[in-house]
T-cell receptor, first 113, second 114 residues
Framework: GQQVMQIPQYQHVQEGEDFTTYCNSS?????IQWYKQRPGGHPVFLIQ?????EVKKQKRLTFQFGEAKKNSSLHITATQTTDVGTYFC?????????????FGTGTRLQVFP | EAQVTQNPRYLITVTGKKLTVTCSQN?????MSWYRQDPGLGLRQIYY???????DKGDVPEGYKVSRKEKRNFPLILESPSPNQTSLYFC?????????????FGPGTRLTVL
């Protein structure tokens, strides 16, 4: 079936180091969304990318959507302890005319002060 | 305050005992979804609804039922729960298609089936 994998599964960094998580889909996506889930919390929407090759920035966070619309990345510059949490990508398969949304497996980020 | 609420937040039950998890949103959203979250598997969509009386299966619908009689409510029903349905469940709503709009998630319901 359709899958969205994320790597790495876990990442531990020292505060101030950069962090990147990668999202790879087995199928072309209409768009990609990114969510952050703090420990014990619920997913919170960060951003949506729609266009092939699109790059968006939110302060220290940079999001990219691949040219083929099958992969995406989230890069955090100079991590802070407030960045701790699990980051999920989510995409809607291009061929689907339904509202199926497939989430990635998530990357858990731990930041040590 | 715009929000999605779920009840109960925690539930321990036994195999075969029917249960309902309620979900309600106050944002007048047309689209609502249910997800389950399991370690290493991320969030998997169970069912979604694009409008009142319109529901469809997500990726893992087996063992679950939903209904959408009112726009604000989208209950999840487990007719005969089994231990493999032990999980963290999230309800979410969005203004438009979940795949094209920001989803607002509820606080989650942690279900344990013994």
């Amino acid at each position: 079936g359709q899958q969205v994998m994320q790597i790495p599964q876990y990442q531990h960094v020292q505060e101030g180091e950069d962090f990147t998580t990668y999202c790879n889909s087995s199928t072309t996506l209409s768009n990609i969304q990114w969510y952050k889930q703090r420990p014990g919390g619920h997913p919170v929407f960060l951003i949506q990318l729609v266009k092939s090759g699109e790059v968006k920035k939110q302060k220290r966070l940079t999001f990219q959507f691949g040219e083929a619309k099958k992969n995406s990345s989230l890069h955090i510059t100079a991590t802070q302890t407030t960045d701790v949490g699990t980051y999920f990508c989510a995409g809607r398969p291009y061929t689907e005319d339904t509202d199926k949304l497939i989430f990635g497996t998530g990357t858990r980020l731990q930041v040590f002060p | 305050e715009a929000q999605v609420t779920q009840n109960p937040r925690y539930l321990i039950t036994v195999t075969g005992k029917k249960l309902t998890v309620t979900c309600s949103q106050n944002m007048n959203h047309e689209y609502m979804s249910w997800y389950r979250q399991d370690p290493g598997l991320g969030l998997r969509q169970i069912y979604y609804s694009m409008n009142v009386e319109v529901t469809d299966k997500g990726d893992v619908p087996e063992g679950y039922k939903v209904s959408r009689k009112e726009k604000r409510n989208f209950p999840l029903i487990l007719e005969s729960p089994s231990p493999n349905q032990t999980s963290l469940y999230f309800c979410a709503s969005s203004l438009g298609l979940a795949g094209a709009n920001e989803q607002f998630f509820g606080p989650g319901t942690r279900l344990t089936v013994l």
